[in-house]
């Protein structure tokens, strides 16, 4: 944790504005680690960014989740440049998803689609998980030894798997491959359609638009019971939901559990590979398996932010957060908290308590958070028996974003039993 030198307060803040950061894990967690011990609750400014706080204790990140009164997602529930914020508004007429909104809007739109993540219905999907998971080993098989994990296995499963929860068919699969990738990555030199990032965003927000308009309309016309029909449907107080709220609806279902859950995926099997011991500790206790998941989630922490702005005067470790001001949640610095996790940078595939906040908490609770971890138990379920010996290939490649970042490649060579 110390190789690289100690960066000033002034820099360990700064580095949560550049999704540069979010790909130097060793300078991201130095950065942290410093405002965890010196300035838990740090100001942040910089010319091309409106200031905010960022917060990066455990139980800092948790107080502010736990007050959704006093702290809202609107209007800046994700970091962006002064310029991204300004246009805002111009966005939030294009679409509106559940993380933009608040009480009593954001129960309401949570409520319509609840049950759909609930364990009973789930539970149905957990043959659709067994196939796709023996999909992804048979594919190994025939990749004969070597592979980009990342790209050719684990971005795939997650999103075959909101296929099928909306119901739409396999072959949309590219086309969702490349707007999901566009969306989080639009910093990314490999997936931006455009230098300018905002402009990059606009086009594939449009591209959803047309996209889920159509399905709409089927739905519309022949509801099933799948998800898209949910939405498509969907009704508030006796009228249907607003088109802008149709579409974040979409939008939302089909990105958050998407690169989120591949991250984890490929950052779980990262770990496996380098800490052995841990691999070999799984193989032997399957019963492990749960508890490992969460590990490979606290440890990726895919999303590593989400914003609010205070509705009051609140105080935070003995600093007020001003009415109106913003604050950032780190949620990668708290699942690296001395105070909560013991031995927070080890990967421990037997941790126990781990009380993460990778997928939030409270009311904005991510809705896929069991539906991931289904995800991931059902893949490593049928992977780790199978690894005989395994290793990096070659440099893994993180993704550029301060917002959700995770690996884009990770190359393998294996073998397998
Ligand atoms: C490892 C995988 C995942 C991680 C780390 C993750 C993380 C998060 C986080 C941090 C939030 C915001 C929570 C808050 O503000 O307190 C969130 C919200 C959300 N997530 Fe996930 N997520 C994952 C997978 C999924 C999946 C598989 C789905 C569904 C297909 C999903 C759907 C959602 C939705 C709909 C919300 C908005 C909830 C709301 O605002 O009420 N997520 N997730």
């Not at 990066?56 to 529930?77: G, Q, S, Y």
């Not at 993460?356 to 991510?366: D, K, M, P, S």
């Amino acid at each position: 944790m110390n190789a690289v030198p100690e960066p000033s307060l002034e820099e360990a803040g700064r580095a949560f504005l550049f999704g540069e950061t979010f790909r130097d894990e060793e300078y991201f967690h130095a950065c942290a680690t410093k405002l965890r011990r010196e300035d838990p609750v740090h100001w942040v400014e910089h010319e091309n960014f409106n200031p905010f706080w960022v917060v990066t204790k455990h139980a800092d990140v948790l107080d502010i989740e736990l007050h959704p009164t006093e702290f809202l997602n609107a209007p800046r529930a994700i970091l962006g440049t002064k310029e991204a914020d300004a246009n805002r508004e111009m966005q939030g007429h294009l679409v509106k998803s559940l993380v933009q909104m608040d009480d009593p809007e954001h129960r309401l739109h949570r409520n319509l689609t609840a049950d759909w993540f609930l364990p009973k219905n789930l539970a149905k999907l957990d043959v659709r998980l067994e196939e796709l998971s023996k999909r992804a080993v048979t594919q190994l098989e025939d990749f004969g030894g070597s592979c980009d994990f990342a790209a050719d296995v684990a971005m795939q499963y997650p999103l075959y798997v909101i296929l099928s929860i909306l119901g739409l068919p396999e072959s949309d699969y590219p086309r969702m491959l490349r707007l999901t990738q566009e969306l989080f990555g639009a910093e990314d030199d490999e997936f931006k359609r455009d230098e300018n990032t905002l402009l990059s965003l606009m086009q594939t927000v449009a591209d959803f638009v047309a996209y889920f308009d159509g399905i709409t309309g089927d739905r519309k016309a022949n509801p099933t019971d799948d998800l898209a029909s949910v939405i498509a449907n969907g009704m508030i107080d006796g009228q249907p939901i607003g088109h802008k709220e149709q579409l974040g609806y979409y939008i939302i279902t089909a990105t958050a559990g998407h690169d989120t859950t591949s991250n984890s995926m490929s950052g779980g099997l990262q770990a496996l590979i380098e800490n052995p011991d841990q691999l070999e500790r799984l193989r032997r206790d399957p019963s492990l398996l749960p508890l490992a998941v969460d590990e490979m989630i606290r440890w990726t922490s895919p999303v590593k932010h989400f914003m609010r702005t205070a509705t009051r005067d609140y105080e935070v470790r003995g600093v007020t957060i001003k009415e109106g001001q913003d604050v950032l949640l780190s949620y990668w610095s708290a699942n690296r908290d001395e105070d909560v996790f013991a031995n927070p940078f080890t990967f421990d595939v037997g941790r126990t308590p781990n009380k993460h906040l990778a997928f939030g908490f409270g009311v904005h609770y991510c809705l896929g958070a069991m539906l991931a971890r289904m995800e991931l138990k059902s893949m490593f379920s049928a992977l780790v028996p199978r690894i005989k010996s395994i290793e990096l290939a070659g440099e893994p490649q993180i993704s550029k974003s301060t917002f959700v970042s995770g690996l884009k490649h990770l190359p393998i060579r294996y073998e397998l039993v």
